[in-house]
């Protein structure tokens, strides 16, 4: 089925380590996003990206790399994980921005950082 | 600065009508969209509002005001399986979603 799809679900690892998330969609939407959604806030954009090779940062893009060598990947690399970055990681995608295109989101990873 | 406010949390009954406030301030303006979003679940899209004035869509409605900087959601004939929290998002002049903290709605029978 086409979507958009995050992998892992869940994920527990210790500080200092390295942690990748995937995304993946099948709509071959241009746009791709990784927010992350911490109890209190609103959903907070890391980064995005407007097309392959093409990224850019959002509101809190400290301790994170993207990168989209296809158009149909853009995972997100916690290269040393803190406490701080436990929350959960939604990827979303749409055609354009602007206009009327909402954004498709995955049904998001747990990541917990002991 | 760009601010998002809406209510925490709201209580209804089955069958009822809620209206969900959303007040916005951005740099720029170029739409408010809100999303449904289910306990442990990924957010949806509910509706998009660009010009002032009521869309309705079923039993969910969406309002915006413009040079109030306000929109509302309103849902009708409340069901069980509404409760959720309603995020609300304004478009900023450079296409960025500013997210609200989101409402709980809690349904009770």
């Known amino acids: 089925d086409a979507g958009i799809t995050q992998s892992p679900r869940y994920k527990i690892t210790e500080t200092g380590r390295q942690v990748t998330l995937m995304c993946h969609q099948t709509?071959?939407?241009?746009?791709m996003f990784w927010y992350r959604q911490d109890l209190g806030h609103g959903l907070r954009l890391i980064y995005y990206s407007a097309a392959a090779d093409i990224t850019d940062k959002g509101e809190v893009p400290d301790g994170y790399v993207v990168s989209r060598s296809k158009t149909e990947n853009f995972p997100l690399t916690l290269e040393s994980a803190t406490r701080s970055q436990t929350s959960v990681y939604f990827c979303?995608?749409?055609?354009?921005?602007?206009?009327?295109?909402?954004?498709?989101f995955g049904d998001g990873t747990r990541l917990s950082i002991l | 600065g760009q601010n998002i406010d809406q209510p925490t949390e709201m209580t209804a009954t089955e069958g009822a009508i809620v209206q969900i406030n959303c007040t916005y301030q951005?740099?720029?303006?170029?739409?408010l969209f809100w999303y449904q979003q289910h306990a442990g679940e990924a957010p949806t899209f509910l509706s998009y509002n660009v010009l002032d004035g009521l869309e309705e869509k079923g039993r969910f409605s969406s309002f915006l005001s413009r040079s109030k900087g306000y929109s509302y959601l309103l849902l009708k004939e409340l069901q069980m399986k509404d409760s959720a929290s309603y995020l609300c998002a304004a478009m900023d002049s450079n296409y960025q979603l500013i997210w609200g903290a989101g409402t709980k709605l809690i349904i009770k029978p």
């Open positions: 979303a995608s749409s055609p354009d921005l602007g206009s009327a295109q909402p954004q498709h």
């Open positions: 709509w071959s939407h241009s746009y």
């Open positions: 951005t740099s720029g303006f170029n739409g």
